[in-house]
């Protein structure tokens, strides 16, 4: 089994920061891509940013500037380091990711972490 554990998430105030953190777990899997996705009540689920096992990264217009992607594949774990966030960050905030097991090209998602920005 994989298992994806986030944390990081909480209450801040516009303009703030917050770190996002997904703990991937789980043999035979060969991890790739690695993503965070958010869903803001009454929208559908968005891409934020993904970064690929060569550390290529890539963000949503929305975010560029103020968030940005990392990982550290010695530990299996994704970061988002979130800057100047705005009220129209808030968002269950979900971590991706995709790879191979047993050959077969698989994707997992986490259980959401619920970030808040208040005005």
């Known amino acids: 089994q994989v298992q994806l554990v986030e944390s990081g998430g909480g209450l801040v105030q516009a303009g703030g920061s917050l770190r996002l953190s997904c703990v991937v777990s789980g043999s035979f899997f060969s991890i790739n891509t690695m993503s965070w996705y958010r869903q803001a009540p009454g929208k559908q689920r968005e891409l934020v940013a993904d970064?690929?096992?060569?550390?290529?990264?890539n963000y949503a217009d929305s975010v560029k500037g103020r968030f940005t992607i990392s990982r550290d594949n010695a530990k299996n774990t994704v970061y988002l380091q979130m800057n100047s966030l705005k009220p129209e960050d808030t968002a269950v905030y979900y971590c991706n990711v995709q790879g191979l097991r047993f050959g077969i090209q698989l994707t997992y998602w986490g259980q959401g972490t619920q970030v808040t920005v208040s005005s």
């Open positions: 970064i690929t096992n060569s550390g290529r990264e």
